[in-house]
T-cell receptor, first 113, second 115 residues
Framework: GESVGLHLPTLSVQEGDNSIINCAYS??????FIWYKQESGKGPQFIID?????DKRQGQRVTVLLNKTVKHLSLQIAATQPGDSAVYFC????????????FGKGTLLTVNP | EAQVTQNPRYLITVTGKKLTVTCSQNMNHEYMSWYRQDPGLGLRQIYYSMNVEVTDKGDVPEGYKVSRKEKRNFPLILESPSPNQTSLYFC??????????????FGPGTRLTVL
C-alpha cells in the first residue's frame, strides 16, 4: 500500500490495552477539531469530532479530550484491536468563518496481538 | 452508494503539460476540499469550497486552480505541473463545517508523478 509518512511519531500497544494519541494544535482561535484514521493505501476516515465549547466527547470505543488552555487534543481508544493499527491525524478548523482545515503530521499506531 | 470519486487514480506526466484531476460526490455535500499528502508532511489543504462558486485557498494553493460550477464536482487543475507537485492527492466532501456532525468523506486518492 501507499506509505503515508516517514519518521512519524509511533505508538505501539498490546491488543486489549487502551491507547492515547496526542496532538498539539497551533491556532488558539480554532473552533472545531477532528480525528481521522488512515490505513495503508486508503484515504483518511473520520473517527470523531469536537467543538471548542466542549472538553470531552465520546464515541464507540473512542473519546476525544480537548484542553484549550494548552492547545492540546487527545484521542483515547479503548480495548485497542489489531484493526486499529493505522496512522491517526488530528485536524483543526480556523475559527469563525475561516473554514480552512489544518492537519497534524500524524501518529502511527501499531497494535501487537 | 454514497461516495467520493476521483479520476484518474494514477497519472504520470511531464513538466508543463496541463492536467485536471476530477472529483465528484453524490451526497449533495456543500463543502469540498483538495489535499496533498507527502511523506513527513502529512495532509495539507490546497483549496476548499463552501458551496457552488465559492472557493478559498488552503495552506498550499500555489500552482493549483479549482472551480465549483456544480455542487457535485470540484476539479483540481494544474496549469503547468512541476516535479514538486508529485504527490498523493485526496478530494473530500462533507455537509459543511458549521455543526458537530460533519463527517468528511475522502476519495481513494490520485497518485501524480511529474517528470
Amino acid at each position: 500500500g501507499e506509505s503515508v509518512g516517514l519518521h512519524l511519531p509511533t505508538l505501539s500497544v498490546q491488543e486489549g490495552d487502551n491507547s492515547i494519541i496526542n496532538c498539539a494544535y497551533s491556532n488558539s482561535a480554532s473552533d472545531y477539531f477532528i480525528w481521522y484514521k488512515q490505513e495503508s493505501g486508503k484515504g483518511p476516515q473520520f473517527i470523531i469530532d469536537i467543538r471548542s465549547n466542549m472538553d470531552k466527547r465520546q464515541g464507540q470505543r473512542v473519546t476525544v479530550l480537548l484542553n484549550k488552555t494548552v492547545k492540546h487534543l487527545s484521542l483515547q481508544i479503548a480495548a485497542t484491536q489489531p484493526g486499529d493499527s493505522a496512522v491517526y491525524f488530528c485536524a483543526e478548523k480556523g475559527g469563525g468563518s475561516n473554514y480552512k482545515l489544518t492537519f497534524g503530521k500524524g501518529t502511527l499506531l501499531t497494535v501487537n496481538p | 452508494e454514497a461516495q467520493v470519486t476521483q479520476n484518474p487514480r494514477y497519472l504520470i506526466t511531464v513538466t508543463g503539460k496541463k492536467l485536471t484531476v476530477t472529483c465528484s460526490q453524490n451526497m449533495n455535500h456543500e463543502y469540498m476540499s483538495w489535499y496533498r499528502q507527502d511523506p513527513g508532511l502529512g495532509l495539507r489543504q490546497i483549496y476548499y469550497s463552501m458551496n457552488v462558486e465559492v472557493t478559498d485557498k488552503g495552506d498550499v494553493p500555489e500552482g493549483y486552480k479549482v472551480s465549483r460550477k456544480e455542487k457535485r464536482n470540484f476539479p483540481l487543475i494544474l496549469e503547468s505541473p512541476s516535479p514538486n507537485q508529485t504527490s498523493l492527492y485526496f478530494c473530500a466532501s462533507s455537509l459543511g463545517l458549521r455543526g458537530t456532525y460533519n463527517e468528511q468523506f475522502f476519495g481513494p486518492g490520485t497518485r501524480l508523478t511529474v517528470l
